[in-house]
């Protein structure tokens, strides 16, 4: 069985960095693509960044290009994002996700194409 667990969520001020980690169990990571979604207070779940499988290609939101950076340790089964110049409209919990869907990098967009999913870490911006 296939399972994400998330780590690194917190508390930031406005302009701080947080590094979020997502680790993979059950199963060797290299064959997922991987994504980072979240869900703000009063939101719909939205994509934040994408990462192919094997890590030659990534994904963004416009919301967080620039700022996000998502890479992967296939070795060590771990996704991570870097999070600089954090906004308070970047208040939300985060979710990892796994799939096994081969397809467009853009196309991880998708929520509904993944097949795995954490239960997610909270971080929250002040400001």
């Known amino acids: 069985q296939v399972q994400l667990v998330e780590s690194g969520g917190g508390l930031v001020q406005a302009g701080g960095s947080l590094r979020l980690s997502c680790v993979l169990s059950?199963?060797?990571?290299?064959?997922?693509?991987m994504g980072w979604f979240r869900q703000g207070p009063g939101k719909e779940r939205e994509f934040v960044a994408g990462?192919?499988?094997?890590?030659?290609?990534?994904y963004y939101a416009d919301a967080v290009k620039g700022r996000f950076t998502i890479s992967r340790d296939n070795a060590k089964n771990t996704v991570a994002l870097q999070m600089d110049s954090l906004k308070p409209e970047d208040t939300a919990v985060y979710y990892c996700?796994?799939?096994?869907?081969?397809?467009?990098?853009?196309?991880?967009?998708?929520?509904?194409?993944?097949?795995?999913w954490g239960q997610g870490t909270q971080v929250t911006v002040s400001s």
């Open positions: 990462i192919s499988w094997r890590g030659g290609d990534t």
């Open positions: 996700a796994a799939t096994l869907w081969r397809t467009a990098i853009g196309n991880l967009k998708i929520p509904d194409k993944y097949n795995y």
């Open positions: 059950g199963r060797t990571c290299r064959y997922y693509a």
